[in-house]
């Protein structure tokens, strides 16, 4: 199994990222859905989570209004698309894998590598 993580970078404040994880190595509409985050010296954060038909979603307050998370499962992808960056959104962004039955992703069975944003004020 890999989730491969990308569209990560260093950007102004304001701008916007979109953010993809390509699977393999497992289909997709099993899994819910999951973009965190850690940025250095904190813990990893949750940032948004998306359920198996795409239809439920749910997000950390910080995100809320300005990230949108989507998936497509013909496409083994998941998305999250990143507007009006502030610098407190710089992390290293990681893209997981839970079960299907739970798409606030209590637990998780698989972890992608993560891809560098860095947003500069």
């Known amino acids: 199994v890999q989730l491969q993580a990308s569209g990560g970078g260093l950007v102004q404040a304001g701008v916007s990222l979109r953010l993809t994880c390509a699977a393999s190595g497992l289909t997709l509409s099993r899994y819910s859905m999951g973009w965190f985050r850690q940025a250095p010296g904190k813990e990893r954060e949750f940032v948004a989570t998306?359920?198996?038909?795409?239809?439920?979603?749910y997000y950390t307050d910080s995100v809320k209004g300005r990230f949108t998370i989507s998936r497509d499962n013909a496409k083994n992808t998941v998305y999250l698309q990143m507007n009006s960056l502030k610098p407190e959104d710089t992390a290293v962004y990681y893209c997981?894998?839970?079960?299907?039955?739970?798409?606030?992703?209590?637990?998780?069975?698989?972890w992608g590598q993560g891809t560098q944003v860095t947003v500069s004020s």
């Open positions: 997981a894998a839970g079960p299907r039955s739970n798409y606030r992703l209590d637990s998780i069975d698989h």
């Open positions: 998306i359920s198996w038909s795409g239809v439920g979603k």
